[in-house]
């Protein structure tokens, strides 16, 4: 089970932090995902994060913004959003998956409830 949260309003170029709880079996997780979604439109994938290494990935549209982490012990998945932009708006979802193709959403077998962004200019 996926709980994501930390979402809220905030103003252009300000920063938010989202955070994903994990509970129940992790021991088939390989990859965390970070994806967002806007009404009428495809879910995009945001960010990824291996769960044993910690190794990180991050779409193109936020390289230098964005950065996923993971802290395994706690079983938490973070998302730190710096330079938010009014295109950073949506509903942001934390997924668990085993496997590799971390920008596919059909990769992922469990989805958080989603948590909203809103970035106002």
């Known amino acids: 089970q996926l709980q994501a949260y930390g979402g809220g309003l905030v103003q252009t170029g300000g920063s938010l932090r989202l955070s994903c709880a994990v509970s129940g079996r992790t021991d088939y997780v390989y990859m965390m995902g970070w994806f967002r979604q806007v009404k009428g439109k495809e879910r995009e994938f945001v960010a990824a994060v291996t769960w044993n290494s910690g190794i990180t990935t991050v779409a193109d549209s936020v390289k230098g913004r964005f950065a996923a982490s993971r802290d395994s012990a706690n079983n938490m998945v973070y998302l730190q959003m710096n330079s938010l932009k009014s295109d950073d708006t949506g509903v942001y979802y934390c997924?668990?998956?085993?496997?590799?193709?971390?920008?596919?959403?059909?990769?992922?077998?469990?989805w958080g409830q989603g948590t909203l962004v809103t970035v106002s200019s």
């Open positions: 997924a668990a998956g085993g496997s590799t193709l971390y920008k596919t959403v059909t990769a992922y077998d469990y």
